[in-house]
């Protein structure tokens, strides 16, 4: 079993920047490729990024891509999530997720684990 702990969402006015963090209890984090999800109020959870297992390898929605950064700290068991010129429909709550897909995966059910989540909220 591997628990994930997001933090690091709030309320921030559009433009703005926040910078999630996925703490991971798991021994093994740095064999696992890790995603963030994102699911907006009465909207299906979509997917936003992806990292590899050593974090040389990244991969966005195109609806992030410029504006988002994933990265990872294998020796903290964390990844990370720095949102930057956040606008209004990026609001949502905001899940990392495990897998151990050897490829780019971008459904729910190629990730293993799930974190309970932070809100992200963006004023306009």
């Known amino acids: 079993q591997v628990q994930l702990v997001e933090s690091g969402g709030g309320l921030v006015q559009a433009g703005g920047s926040l910078r999630l963090s996925c703490a991971s209890s798991?021994?093994?984090?740095?064999?696992?490729?890790m995603g963030w999800f994102r699911q907006a109020p009465g909207k299906e959870r979509k997917f936003v990024a992806h990292?590899?297992?050593?974090?040389?390898?990244?991969y966005y929605a195109d609806s992030v891509k410029g504006r988002f950064t994933v990265s990872r700290d294998n020796a903290k068991n964390t990844v990370y999530l720095q949102m930057s010129s956040l606008k209004a429909e990026d609001t949502a709550v905001y899940y990392c997720?495990?897998?151990?897909?050897?490829?780019?995966?971008?459904?729910?059910?190629?990730?293993?684990?799930w974190g309970q989540g932070t809100q992200v909220t963006v004023s306009s």
């Open positions: 798991a021994r093994t984090f740095s064999t696992y490729a």
């Open positions: 990292i590899s297992r050593t974090g040389g390898s990244t």
């Open positions: 997720a495990v897998t151990d897909s050897d490829y780019v995966v971008v459904t729910r059910r190629d990730y293993a684990y």
